[in-house]
């Protein structure tokens, strides 16, 4: 089904790209791709999506961009920008769960330029505390103490509240024992 309704919508933007409703196929083709995300299993069982491949995701926030961007009057237009908005935070934990990946495997180099690429890509999702969090310990560990302590003092402008957490909190799931 989704399959289907990507191609139509995909055709008849191809096929009649001056039509007054061609906002409409980019929100169903954002609708298509948004929706093939999270499956029933990963519902019930509350997988983290942070762990799973977002190419949907990222084929969903590229076409609510457009709806976004080139149709801003579109009725369309609110339901997409908040659209993006989730997607930008899911996009946004995955790179921080890859990072951490990194950090925990001693690639501390990877990881920090993984994190420093979410703070670029993601600005204002939740994930970039996390990120900045990642990028302080990666630093401490190569011993780049000018890095560290410049990531830390954006670390404490932006979330002064918690700077005694400055240090990376790099988590490990309860049922992971190694």
Do not use: C
């Not at 519902?43 to 969903?60: I, M, W």
Request: net charge positive; hydrophobic share 40%; charged share 25%.
């Amino acid at each position: 089904e989704g399959e289907s309704a990507n191609d139509a919508a995909e055709t008849f933007r191809r096929e009649n790209p001056k039509h007054p409703r061609v906002d409409y196929a980019w929100y169903i083709q954002g609708l298509v791709d948004f929706e093939r995300t999270p499956n029933l299993i990963e519902h019930l069982f509350r997988a983290d999506l942070t762990q799973r491949p977002p190419s949907t995701a990222r084929k969903a926030f590229a076409a609510f961009k457009t709806v976004v961007e080139q149709y801003p009057k579109s009725e369309y237009a609110h339901d997409s920008l908040q659209r993006m908005i989730y997607l930008r935070n899911r996009l946004a934990s995955y790179e921080v769960h890859v990072a951490r990946y990194y950090f925990k495997r001693g690639a501390y180099i990877a990881a920090a330029q993984r994190a420093k690429g979410t703070i670029e890509q993601y600005d204002g999702a939740p994930a970039v505390r996390d990120a900045l969090q990642i990028m302080i310990e990666s630093y401490d560990r190569l011993n780049l103490q000018p890095l560290a302590a410049q990531t830390r003092q954006v670390y404490e402008a932006n979330y002064s509240a918690d700077v005694r957490h400055a240090q990376a909190e790099i988590r490990k799931a309860w049922w992971k024992i190694w």
